[in-house]
């Protein structure tokens, strides 16, 4: 390919998209725009931009150098947003630790990212007295002591002093896009937490991205210059979604709520008029929980973005009446993470519900595509289900320190996402279930979920789980566990189910292959200690029971 | 600066910003909407990728290969838009002729490019019949009849003929950002126009942030997913303002005029609905024109992006009247061409007419600066006036061929706009005045159009025009033309209007440097053949007046 570029003049700017730039953007438009910590803080843009270059000045001050990790260890709080620019912007690298972690994973993060600099809050000083042993690293901390007075002792002092004695100005470097601006760790259920990291150019061009797509959102879907932000997803986690970047350059005034507590969230909610959100399924419950115990009938207008897992009809309709318009999103730590955002257009011919429920529309340079198991493409024609694997301008390059883990999660130059996925004539993208919990069988994808829904469908059922088992001849093979309800439990039998299940078949809406060769009822299915249905117990009893042996 | 890279996996996909991404993402979420060119001819986004195909294998038929400049003659069409993918998408060079140049300009255009391949309209065949020998590197043309029956002598065919013959699927090739995706010339006022040029990368950074800004626009002031786009700037024209790949990006109907005829514009307007154009003032006032002599009372709604010259307030007031919002935008085609888009919050301060006629907000990435001569930087005050000098990541790196000329638009690092500017404390631009109607006395610039405007506040003076002229102590002075009312031929004298402007110094609204040291009265201003006044003309006049020898 001999592609022709152009003879720059040698005085010509080479641009490089630095976090840098999307602060400097917002700070003129958006001078007196507040930001806001528990109702408690109030400072300007303006402001921002002077504790910013208070930020990386303290940080020089203490020896900090390009290139160097500077962990947080913080309630989402004004002061992270802060580090969110000033660590970047002095070519340093911002390591937001999940401070939810066990403590054994807390030093893991810490000692394997290399941070040599601490900001933590007070409420972690007692983790860190027990753990400091094990972080050599670790060179000087500063503590957060967030308006209380509490012991400074083996720190290089208090933020907010340190702040105040930190000269005004920094003159920061420019430097390549590429350089590393954060670093997090996955929180995958086996092994360690892997590293991921983003560049600047990855989150300049994902701000961006996330900028025209929420703005182009029909109204009650989308984010704009004027509306006001309060992330509910921990800006520990994948940098709160991206959104306090997003906030930022549009200019918006932004609230964060430290640590999340249920009812000082609705407060800032309706006082602070916070009218865009983001989080899980989980904290959605949460506040809906408050509300109601408090007795508020309606919380919105608000629209909530959620992702992290699966949106139920029963959700959407619930934070409905409550007034809070809900969309998914999808995206994940390795994806920086926005990959999708529901929409729904008035005059479109779908379902309204099922439209902001799924995971939606591929963001602008979003590349998606379904696969299967030896990676041939699949059709998007909205019933193929393949293995979402994804191309985007801001996807981790790899986990640090671990090559086979990073050349698996590339394979084939696709980012393999684990979750197997439906694509509709309209590149709407619909996530089915996770790879682990589906059954390869005879060169296909079956979704364990898919034919746990259809056999609750049956009247008689009361719970269902589904799991692979491994099979000579076709690879691996649906094996069902059935509890019945009270006054079926002597009549339910595999054959009825089956039969069940067949109709689903005929009706074009089940693979024939999908139908478990084994239905087992039981009496119940065992759970894991948050309440969720213990696959692995499962897998545990098949191995031990006769049908093994068969 | 040891900033730290990422260390990617050797499977990881390294992303390039290619304008290949920004059809893959609209195609599927729009596979159905419509393109529609002068109300003849409809397609859909399906059709413009496999038309985008088509015209690719075509081009690689006629031999064009990766690096190789494929030049179009057209009026504003289905096959343009076409054009704007599919030769960059090939790793060609797309040349857009501005074909309302003289021949003499189209000749030279043609040929400083290197063009091997042309695309032209029929309506262009007499022009290239007479040139064709002067352009020896031109080494096949395809014609454009646009479904008339006509002479394909000398040509490899008819455009449409050679697509139906092509084949319909074509692999693009992926390459480096960095390469020349478009070039055209400039319409400099003295010597040869000048070739600029813009990189896979600037193009697809420019529509992202273009589509950030005009999404996140209040209502009436921007265009997002539903609007209905038709260009009133010619395609050949920095990439009509570089709107269709926003457009395209967004999956929106686009409508395209072929060539300019207000009944026609008014026509689409109305049947099509269109919400969404950009023009100069002088298409705006040729349409407003047309609806007046159709009897048309309002012809909205219509939100019409204006540039290439200043907006008047009463151009936005009768604009206004017929139902369409005008909104001002800044830019030029060295930047690609969109620096700022003017803005009016609903509840913001200022004027509402005032805000939406300035410049505006500069859109995300954009760096703006006034500076002085010295290229001292100015504060944003509202008040200094300094030449605007810009950073961005799409603005053009050099005048293909002619160094001094490159090395000059970017002296110092920033680009020189050649404007007179000021910044407001919210970052608004403001344009006041072309640097060569400046005064530059003291070291400070004097907008010669601001002189002017207040010497005409005077209720005796009819006209007046403001040139510099040489001056050994200052650099340069301000020399005034004032043309009478008839009643005040005898009446006005210069002191009279010195004292005038006096009266603005004491006010603070005008710097008092800024009086001529010389106002001569006289009896009308020389024009030129379009009616502007003449200041070529008076600076010779002045040169042979008594004042020179002074």
């Not at 099979?471 to 054959?495: C, H, N, Q, Y």
Request: net charge negative.
């Amino acid at each position: 390919m001999s592609v022709r570029f152009a003879t720059p003049a040698s005085s010509a700017y080479r641009h490089q998209l630095l976090i840098r730039h999307i602060l400097e953007g917002s700070i003129a438009a958006a001078a007196e725009q507040e930001i806001v910590y528990r109702g408690e803080h109030r400072q300007s843009y303006t402001d921002l931009l002077e504790r910013v270059n208070r930020l990386a000045s303290m940080l020089k001050t203490l020896g900090v150098r390009p290139g160097e990790t500077v962990a947080v260890m913080d309630w989402d709080s004004h002061r992270y947003l802060e580090a969110y620019f000033a660590v970047p912007m002095m070519g340093a690298v911002l390591q937001t630790v999940n401070v939810r972690l066990s403590t054994e994973q807390v030093v893991y993060c810490l000692c394997s990212s290399t941070a040599s600099v601490l900001l933590f809050h007070r409420d972690f000083a007692p983790l860190l007295d027990a753990i400091l042993p094990q972080l050599p690293g670790i060179r000087c901390r500063v503590l957060i002591a967030d308006g209380e007075e509490f012991c400074k002792d083996g720190t290089e002092g208090e933020y907010e002093e340190l702040l105040s004695a930190s000269h005004v100005r920094f003159d920061f470097p420019e430097f390549d896009e590429n350089a590393l601006a954060t670093t997090f760790h996955t929180t995958g259920t086996t092994g360690n937490p892997k590293a991921v990291s983003f560049s600047h150019r990855q989150l300049v061009l994902h701000a961006l991205s996330l900028t025209a797509t929420l703005a182009s959102q029909p109204d009650g879907q989308g984010f704009r210059r004027g509306d006001i932000y309060m992330p509910l997803t921990p800006m520990f986690h994948v940098h709160a979604w991206g959104m306090p970047y997003v906030a930022t350059m549009a200019g918006a005034k932004q609230v964060y709520p430290g640590r999340y507590e249920p009812e000082l969230l609705l407060k800032l909610k309706r006082d602070e008029k916070v009218n865009f959100s983001h989080c899980v399924p989980t904290v959605l419950q949460m506040l809906l929980g408050a509300a109601t115990v408090a007795g508020h009938k309606s919380i919105g207008p608000w629209t909530l973005l959620i992702g992290g897992s699966a949106l139920s009809s029963s959700l959407q309709e619930t934070a409905g009446t409550f007034g809070i318009n809900v969309l998914a999103g999808y995206g994940m730590s390795e994806t920086a993470p926005t990959i999708c955002i529901a929409r729904h257009d008035r005059n479109a011919a779908d379902d309204r519900g099922a439209a902001l429920r799924r995971a939606g529309m591929p963001i602008p340079l979003v590349q998606t595509m379904i696969v299967d198991p030896d990676m041939n493409p699949l059709p998007a024609d909205g019933r193929s289900e393949g293995e979402l694997v994804l191309r985007a301008p801001w996807l981790t390059q790899s986990y640090e320190g671990d090559v086979a883990a990073s050349e698996g999660l590339w394979r084939g130059g696709w980012l393999h996402t684990q979750d197997l996925a439906v694509i509709d004539q309209n590149g709407a993208v619909a996530i089915r279930d996770r790879l682990k919990d589906v059954i390869k069988t005879g060169g296909e994808w079956v979704s364990s979920t898919q034919v746990e829904d259809l056999i609750m469908l049956h009247p008689d059922v009361a719970e269902a789980a589904v799991i692979a088992i491994p099979d000579m001849k076709w690879g691996e093979r649906p094996f069902a566990f059935v509890v019945p309800i009270a006054s079926a439990a002597a009549s339910l039998t595999a054959d009825l189910l089956r039969n069940h299940l067949v109709a689903f078949v005929e009706k074009g809406l089940l693979n024939r292959i999908a139908i478990p060769g084994n239905i087992a009822i039981v009496e119940n299915l065992p759970r894991t200690s948050v309440g969720k249905i213990d696959k692995k117990n499962l897998r545990t009893q098949f191995e031990a029971s006769d049908a093994s042996k068969a």
